[in-house]
């Protein structure tokens, strides 16, 4: 408790105004102090067993919370000095088709599943851009992830040491419900923490770390920084474990190489041709990925088998999809273990373009007119949330995401749009008409 009273207490940036002094300035610091707590509150709550109905509809912890702050962020994001961004219009198309494609397959009475989805992803889009624009904002949300980020990895380790998912079976406890089913590899219990599977607790432990690394500027980086990989080592996912590496390969490239201007260009550049000589060379380039990706090749090569599989049924309706009709398929009925190929076979490939266009658009870099100052809290969280969803979108390719990294993913797209329109009308401000 000590250590996670310290990390609380840490204060790693250095945005200007920090004390609030102003009665106004003290309510928004309490207001956006909830809304951080309240909303990361889905992390800590097992969404499969612990679930309420209200009128009908089925609230998880997370969904609840973005469903009651998108009110009030809409309110603070037409406030005066906020700024639309084209992530803005593309966070609501990408919901909205999801929505338009649903109805057209199921039929407006099938919407209950589709609209959860498509809400959720929007509605913690929208609260992100609310509530977590300014630096102190940021700040608050940065201090309850860290703490949040050491519960849960605190819990994984609790389920290594006792071969059961604690988490899960105490939820289901309390709410009456049905526990998750551990899983095993090798033996060895895969720790799953607070989420609904090892695989979603390691890549969060793994997305978590850049935030972590741009953020500290004290010692107690490695050591957090160790902690998300602890808790990557104990869901036993590949995902997860080069999701880590990546992010950190990232930070370090970026801090050895920031006296060159042009580091990011040539790293695209060196990328895209890269990406070419695999298409060109590889038979299978998704296949040569996905088997390159894992730890077992078994799975590996059933993961192919999910890509093939899925590309058939996405060529009989590439518009709208299936939305959540089953196929009566073994493979494609039990998993298909990647996000895109997920929201093709729902709702067809506009909705996995939308989606693609949303978090590229999220990430575009900012125009520089001026130089900011390399030490800025907003480009240091900048940098680190544009980290956070490129690493979104690459694990994606072996991962499915729902529930709560659903919505996670929308905050991170969120918080990446609002230190995009900060930035960019900074810098406009800056260099003047």
């Not at 700024?83 to 990408?94: E, I």
């Not at 695999?278 to 078994?298: K, N, R, Y």
């Not at 709702?347 to 996995?352: M, R």
Request: charged share 15%; aromatic share 12%.
């Amino acid at each position: 408790m000590a250590g996670l009273e310290a990390i609380s207490t840490a204060t790693s940036q250095d945005w200007e105004a920090s004390d609030l002094t102003s009665p106004r300035e003290a309510l928004a610091g309490r207001r956006h102090q909830f809304a951080a707590w309240f909303v990361l509150a889905g992390l800590i709550i097992p969404a499969w067993e612990a679930q309420v109905s209200i009128a009908g509809a089925k609230f998880t912890a997370g969904r609840l919370a973005v469903t009651v702050l998108v009110g009030p962020a809409l309110v603070l994001l037409t406030r005066r000095g906020r700024h639309a961004v084209t992530c803005d219009l593309l966070a609501f198309l990408t919901a909205a088709w999801m929505l338009l494609a649903a109805a057209s397959t199921a039929g407006f009475a099938a919407l209950s599943s589709p609209a959860a989805e498509s809400l959720q992803f929007l509605f913690s889009y929208v609260v992100a851009r609310g509530y977590f624009s300014s630096p102190a904002a940021l700040d608050t949300f940065v201090r309850a992830l860290k703490i949040l980020t050491v519960a849960v990895v605190l819990v994984g380790v609790a389920e290594y040491m006792t071969g059961r998912w604690i988490a899960h079976e105490a939820a289901a406890a309390i709410f009456g419900t049905s526990p998750l089913g551990s899983v095993t590899r090798g033996g060895t219990i895969r720790a799953t923490s607070t989420l609904d599977h090892p695989i979603l607790f390691g890549v969060f432990c793994a997305l978590v770390n850049p935030i972590i690394l741009l953020s500290e500027r004290t010692g107690r980086k490695l050591l957090l920084s160790l902690v998300c990989l602890l808790g990557c080592i104990l869901s036993q996912s590949s995902a997860a474990l080069m999701a880590y590496f990546l992010g950190v390969a990232a930070y370090s490239y970026d801090h050895l190489m920031r006296r060159l201007p042009g580091r990011w260009a040539i790293f695209w550049t060196v990328l895209a041709v890269a990406i070419g000589a695999l298409m060109t060379v590889a038979q299978h380039p998704i296949g040569w990925i996905i088997s390159h990706l894992t730890l077992d090749p078994e799975t590996g090569y059933y993961r192919i088998l999910i890509w093939d599989a899925a590309f058939y049924r996405i060529a009989q309706s590439p518009l709208t999809g299936f939305s959540f009709e089953l196929f009566d398929e073994n493979i494609l009925d039990s998993t298909v273990d990647c996000v895109w190929l997920v929201e093709a076979l729902r709702f067809g490939i506009p909705a996995t373009v939308l989606l693609l266009a949303t978090n590229l658009t999220a990430v575009w870099p900012v125009t520089r007119h001026v130089q900011v100052k390399s030490d800025d809290f907003q480009e240091r969280m900048n940098f680190a949330f544009t980290i956070v969803v490129l690493l979104f979108s690459f694990s994606g390719i072996t991962v499915h995401f729902w529930n709560y990294m659903w919505i996670f993913w929308g905050l991170a797209i969120g918080i990446k749009a609002s230190l995009h329109e900060s930035l960019y009308y900074r810098c406009y401000a800056t260099r003047g008409p």
